[in-house]
């Protein structure tokens, strides 16, 4: 997961751990690390690199007495009325309660939210079953201290395998281009594409009937046939629709610019690399019943190979990779 800082801090995790494991000075620390010497004190003394809690040891309302606590979470757990509903009762006797002053009472004694009753939760339906080669494709914008770059991120539904390039621009030629740059690195024949309606994958909707959208076709459309391959688009306003890729893009982020500074566009291709090559043939996913993306490929090619353009383990990475 991605660190949580508070407004004003001077320091990261592997800031703070540095200094908890460095033998230096505090004066050459705070040096190094252009920082107040008090700061560098203060990490210096903590077991711990997160900020400390700075509220109230023991929290407790400013508004209410303990018999009105008491009070509205006896109602509470009793009526398991919704919180407006509850805040309306007790009024009448606690006239100075605020619905604000409600929530968080009920926030300290884990009773915010309401047991779920059978059948008023929608249940979610499950992906429809696809074989390997059913990619979810989107875009995310990223920063380093050089500038901004585009995240084009595609993970497979089935094989979890997962591809990232950075670009300078986020248009229909680089759209088409990472298209081709994942058909080309991706060992089995893919066949379906899901992206959203951005500007990049697909015209927009009140122009798609139009003569000029017929005759031409958009780019990433042309590189879809160019391949043999479907392309889907999501329903306008569903981002969850293509969750696994939107779901992929926060881990990546999680992993590189929301928990490391990078001075150059070099040190963000080269970290996000190694991140994808640990997540590829590394990391073990419940989904995949405990095998990595690259180990249920392999298996897929011992079931299906027509489905192959090459043997996946000539992907396997060695010394000469």
């Avoid at 915010?112 to 992906?127: D, I, M, Q």
């Avoid at 591809?163 to 066949?191: C, G």
């Avoid at 459309?221 to 391949?227: F, K, T």
């Avoid at 929301?258 to 419940?286: E, G, I, S, T, V």
Wanted: with cysteine; hydrophobic share 35%.
């Amino acid at each position: 997961m991605g660190q949580v800082l508070h407004g004003s801090a001077a320091t990261t995790h592997a800031v703070r751990a540095a200094i908890q494991r460095s033998q230096a000075s505090i004066a050459a620390l705070a040096r190094r690390f252009d920082l107040n010497p008090k700061t560098v004190h203060k990490w210096k003394r903590r077991a711990f690199v997160h900020d400390a809690p700075m509220g109230p040891k023991t929290p407790r309302s400013t508004v209410l007495t303990p018999e009105d606590e008491a009070l509205c979470v006896a109602f509470r757990k009793y009526t398991v009325l919704p919180l407006d509903d509850c805040l309306y009762a007790l009024q009448a006797t606690i006239p100075h309660l605020t619905r604000s002053a409600l929530h968080r009472l009920f926030q300290r004694h884990g009773i915010s939210r309401l047991p779920e009753l059978e059948g008023t939760k929608p249940k979610h339906a499950k992906f429809k079953p696809y074989p390997i080669g059913y990619f979810h494709l989107d875009i995310a914008e990223v920063r380093t201290e050089q500038g901004k770059l585009y995240l084009f991120v595609a993970i497979d539904r089935t094989s979890k395998f997962a591809f990232a390039r950075l670009e300078t621009k986020a248009n229909m030629q680089t759209a088409s281009a990472f298209l081709d740059a994942l058909v080309e690195v991706v060992p089995y024949t893919l066949h379906t594409v899901l992206t959203d309606n951005g500007i990049q994958f697909a015209d927009l909707p009140k122009n798609r009937a139009g003569p000029t959208a017929r005759l031409r076709g958009h780019p990433f459309d042309r590189a879809c046939r160019r391949h043999g391959i479907d392309h889907r688009l999501t329903q306008p306003n569903h981002p969850w629709t293509n969750g696994q890729v939107e779901r992929m893009n926060r881990t990546l982020k999680e992993a590189t610019v929301k928990r490391h500074h990078y001075d150059h566009h070099n040190q963000l291709h080269r970290h996000l690399q190694l991140f994808l090559d640990a997540y590829n043939f590394a990391k073990r996913l419940k989904t995949l019943k405990g095998l990595t993306p690259f180990e249920f490929i392999c298996k897929t090619w011992t079931q299906q190979p027509d489905r192959f353009k090459l043997d996946p383990t000539h992907h396997m990475p060695g010394l000469d990779s």
